[in-house]
């Protein structure tokens, strides 16, 4: 995915970004096709490359030391719950 900076000058779409921001946007065009704009609070992106070979983006994922250290400070901070805990509560 790419990140587009929008340019102050651009009145039509600053105004849709402020309306996103209170609610969320489907703007759809006069094809039909429909996207979503939303804000994407306390979001964080890592690059891990392009490739089609799932193999080499394995091993790309894996050397992001941004990357690992963002998912073990997600999961120190984790609430655990029990699985008989959650079957329990879903009648299982």
């Not at 804000?39 to 964080?44: G, M, Q, S, V």
């Amino acid at each position: 995915m790419k990140t587009i900076n929008v340019s102050t000058r651009a009145k039509t779409v600053n105004t849709l970004l402020q309306k996103a921001k209170r609610n969320g946007l489907i703007l759809e065009s006069p094809e039909g096709d429909r996207f979503l704009l939303t804000p994407l609070k306390d979001w964080i992106g890592f690059d891990v490359g392009n490739s089609r070979n799932f193999a080499k983006e394995v091993e790309a994922t894996a050397r992001n030391k941004k990357l690992i250290k963002h998912l073990a400070e997600r999961r120190s901070h984790a609430k655990r719950i029990p699985l008989a805990k959650v079957k329990e509560e879903i009648g299982l």
